[in-house]
């Protein structure tokens, strides 16, 4: 296995044992997204249908991961751990992405739970819905895990990463519905996909400028 | 008031290479790699440091040779943690020129913060640091360096159960870990006992003649018989 | 480098210069259209503003991924500039857009418009960009945070676009077309030079911007040395 890969792993296999130790962030997203599911009921006037939830669907998603991703670098920053990392002889994009794939994990491991929950509250999860899903989840911890660790070199972490992160999220909101709502769902999934590779590489090339100096 | 004295001399900066190659290090931008074979380790001309209106380090010039051992002291606020943090590559300077002769593979740095993960268990932190440095034979190395500071027994314990001493000692094994060509520490006694302060000792008298060292302390009558040279910042 | 000797006031002069030009072009040369009357006149101020905010953050990303790459000292402060421009100049497109849109439609906001949501998603999005800059301590890390978040927008800008264009089919199925003018030679050349003055204008503040900047930062280095 390269270097790389190996050091991906490494520090992936941190993230995941810390938040196994700690076991903070992953309830709390959980109860989260139920709790807006919830919320979204008494929400949506009587009429609405269908498709007004799968948009407040999205909304809740979108909601969660920024409650994971704010606490993607606390750890780090708190201790002073990225210091550590940083004069590791590693890639730092290594950092990034293993952050960015524990984040995905923890993701997929409250949606589990929010997409039942979906199906028995709302209406049932087509197939299309859940690729978009799948798809905007890379988007969406790729993009938010660099923006994470600039929230946390910054005095406002917890009130800045959501304003950072919305308006890059709102063509994930727009691929994700689409797929759910639209008969054809192949273009939104296609767009999702572009926006996963146009945003994760210009991520993967940038995170460097981003816990350097 | 002279023109000259209002510009601050902006040089170019490097982008720091990985392991091993010589790095300049300076404001600006540019790459340059120097012999080492007779360089000294480090090398600094008018290196100054600010941050936004507060000048901390102003023209400080410095040589360290291979092998010495560099005694840094000062009050409180004097700039000893940032010029430490300048010569690990972790701030980049406002002015000046910096050059460190081996990249971030090998060297090793104590910080004020203990830089270990609560949430792991000290073997479980020196073995995350064990092979992000490629530390060869990593379980012995690690096993060997617990044993030497005492930290043998609770090593499966979490680090965020132990006491700022145990901090401490965990922290000089990180520093320790991969063999460092130059380290840099500041503050190495802080917080340690009678024992401690014995461990840390040996083991530099033990690495002193393998390694340079920048060490910043309050208490240089210490390692006083160990420095080859000694820095006092204002 | 004083005031005087800096492109500011060559800009400046441009500027006015094309401004006024633009003006008598657009009431006394420019053809008054049938169907909107005076109010499609906004349109020359309308595009000519979106292009030049367009503009501005091309610019500034540009600046930001010289400073991330070459590191030159005034890099960051160009992006930064840049980027200011960029959002007063969007927030007066989205002005126009609103005013022309009262003026076409009867409505204050339409989200048929392509061109106005885009510029309300950006500008979320630019205004994060001073957030983030007023929330870190400047120095060399909010140089890079910067650069990296002004990059990202420049990226965002195509994909926003292609992203508001598809949300149109399920997002409102009743589109208000602006039939986009076939422009006779006289509209183009009044366009041209209404898109050249405001480009001006935003090249003007940028130095007038620049200038000040670098001012402020001479005379805190002589305080700072006199003490």
């Not at chain 2, 700022?164 to 000089?172: N, V, Y």
């Not at chain 2, 002193?208 to 820095?231: G, K, M, N």
């Not at chain 3, 949501?117 to 950006?122: H, N, P, W």
């Not at chain 3, 041209?192 to 200038?211: D, N, S, T």
Request: glycine share 8%; aromatic share 10%.
């Amino acid at each position: 296995m390269s270097a790389y890969a190996a050091d991906v792993l490494t520090l992936a296999r941190k993230d995941l044992r810390l938040e196994l130790r700690a076991r903070d962030t992953v309830p709390a997203m959980v109860l989260f997204v139920i709790a807006a599911l919830v919320v979204f009921h008494f929400a949506l006037p009587g009429a609405s249908g269908d498709l007004a939830a799968y948009g407040l669907l999205w909304v809740a998603l979108i909601f969660t991961a920024l409650l994971g991703l704010v606490r993607g670098f606390a750890a780090e920053r708190e201790q002073g751990l990225l210091d550590a990392l940083v004069l590791a002889p590693v890639d730092r994009s290594t950092i990034w992405l293993a952050k960015a794939l524990a984040m995905l994990a923890f993701l997929v491991v409250a949606e589990l739970v929010a997409l039942p929950a979906f199906a028995v509250f709302f209406s049932s999860v087509s197939a299309e819905t859940v690729a978009g899903i799948a798809l905007a989840d890379v988007g969406i911890c790729t993009v938010g895990t660099l923006l994470s660790a600039m929230a946390a070199a910054s005095r406002t972490r917890e009130l800045l990463l959501p304003l950072l992160f919305l308006p890059l999220a709102i063509p994930i909101v727009v691929g994700g519905v689409g797929a759910s709502v639209v008969g054809e769902p192949g273009r939104y999934l296609g767009f999702l996909a572009v926006y996963d590779a146009i945003f994760a590489i210009i991520s993967w090339a940038s995170f460097e400028y981003v816990v350097t100096e | 008031m002279a023109e000259t004295a209002c510009t601050l001399q902006r040089l170019r900066r490097t982008s720091a290479h990985l392991a091993g190659g010589a790095e300049t290090r300076e404001a600006g931008r540019g790459v340059r790699l120097g012999a080492s074979r007779v360089t000294p380790m480090i090398r600094a001309r008018s290196l100054s440091k600010d941050f936004g209106e507060k000048h901390v380090l102003e023209a400080l010039d410095l040589d360290v040779p291979r092998g010495g051992f560099v005694l840094v002291t000062g009050p409180n606020g004097a700039g000893k943690t940032t010029l430490l943090r300048l010569l690990a590559g972790l701030t980049v300077p406002t002015g000046g020129e910096l050059d460190v002769a081996v990249g971030r593979a090998l060297i090793g740095f104590l910080a004020h913060e203990s830089l270990v993960y609560r949430e792991l268990t000290a073997i479980e932190n020196l073995d995350l640091y064990g092979r992000l440095y490629r530390v060869p034979e990593r379980r012995e190395r690690i096993g060997m360096l617990l044993e030497r500071f005492g930290l043998w027994r609770v090593r499966n314990e979490r680090a965020g159960s132990f006491s700022r001493g145990m901090l401490q000692r965990l922290s000089l094994c990180r520093a320790f870990l991969h063999e460092p060509d130059l380290l840099l520490l500041d503050e190495p006694f802080n917080a340690l006992d009678g024992a401690g302060v014995d461990l840390l000792e040996r083991e530099l008298v033990a690495l002193r003649p393998r390694a340079t060292f920048v060490v910043a302390t309050h208490d240089p009558a210490r390692l006083e018989p160990l420095a080859s040279a000694r820095l006092a910042l204002a | 480098m004083s005031l005087r000797s800096s492109p500011a006031v060559a800009t400046t002069a441009l500027a006015a210069a094309l401004l006024v030009a633009a003006v008598a072009l657009i009431f006394f040369f420019a053809p008054e259209d049938a169907d909107q009357g005076i109010s499609q006149k906004i349109f020359y101020i309308h595009v000519p503003v979106a292009l030049t905010a367009y503009a501005c953050f091309g610019w500034g990303a540009w600046k930001a991924f010289l400073h991330l790459w070459r590191r030159p000292p005034t890099a960051d402060l160009q992006s930064y500039v840049a980027i200011h421009q960029g959002v007063i100049f969007g927030a007066l497109t989205l002005v126009t857009g609103s005013i022309w849109a009262r003026a076409s439609w009867g409505h204050w906001w339409v989200w048929s418009s392509r061109q106005l949501v885009l510029f309300l998603v950006l500008f979320l999005f630019y205004a994060a960009y001073f957030m983030l800059r007023f929330s870190v301590e400047p120095g060399p890390a909010r140089a890079n945070l910067s650069a990296v978040y002004a990059i990202f927008g420049v990226a965002l800008i195509p994909v926003s676009f292609m992203a508001i264009r598809l949300a149109e089919d399920f997002v409102h199925p009743v589109v208000f077309k602006r039939d986009g003018p076939d422009m006779t030679g006289s509209m183009f050349l009044t366009f041209c030079i209404a898109c050249a003055g405001v480009l001006a204008l935003a090249a003007a503040f940028y130095h007038v911007e620049l200038a000040g900047k670098r001012l402020d930062a001479r005379v805190r280095e002589l305080r700072a040395l006199l003490q």
